[in-house]
């Protein structure tokens, strides 16, 4: 078994074995330096933080994140309970999430890692088809920026390496479930599906270099 700790952002197994995040692993190839960030987008006037003071975007991006983890939560109790949020800016949401028909069983939230390469992450959603697997992130940006959605497809295609290995069974992407800027639309916003990038070469690199690190 293995357990996430919150604070180091890690992994750790019944063995104590500690273990990399597969987000860790994506932010060090592009690292999110956000003083660096801040300081670019609120100067530029094609952003929407233009004219913003950086306590402003920080503010901002804090009730963001807490956001995105609310309505994974609703997600993640409609699928496992067939229950519908109490919060009404969600429902929307949700009623949009049920028309899209998975014909597979959905499991979320799910923990899946590599005893080898010491690599471990939560996928959001997977859905069972018997003989495969099809793996959904779940994501509540303000935009899917093109520096994003390399970094979604690259976690994607780690998250499927992760998977196949963990329960020996092939695994489709089947994309990105984007819920538009819901922070600002709330209960307009609207569900949109990416596809992913083909990330597989720089996949196959990081696991080399994993290797290599671990001298494995």
Known sequence: MIKFD?????????????????????????PFNVNEIIAEIIVNPNSAY??????????????????GSRVHKAIENFINKNEFPKNIDIIPLVKQFKKLHFKGKLKTELKVWDEDLLIAGTVDLLEDCGNYFWLWDLKTSKKLSDD?????????????RLVEKKFKKSVKIGGIIFFENYVKLRKNTKISIFPVLNCTKAINNIISNRKKELKI
């Open 6 to 30: 919150p604070i180091k952002h890690s992994y750790i197994d019944d063995k104590g074995r500690k273990y990399k995040s597969v987000t860790t692993i994506i932010n060090e190839i592009y």
């Open 148 to 160: 994003r959605l390399i970094k979604f497809s690259m976690q994607l295609e780690l998250y499927k």
């Open 50 to 67: 233009y004219q913003w003071t950086p306590a402003q975007v920080k503010r901002e991006w804090r009730q963001s994140a807490i956001e």
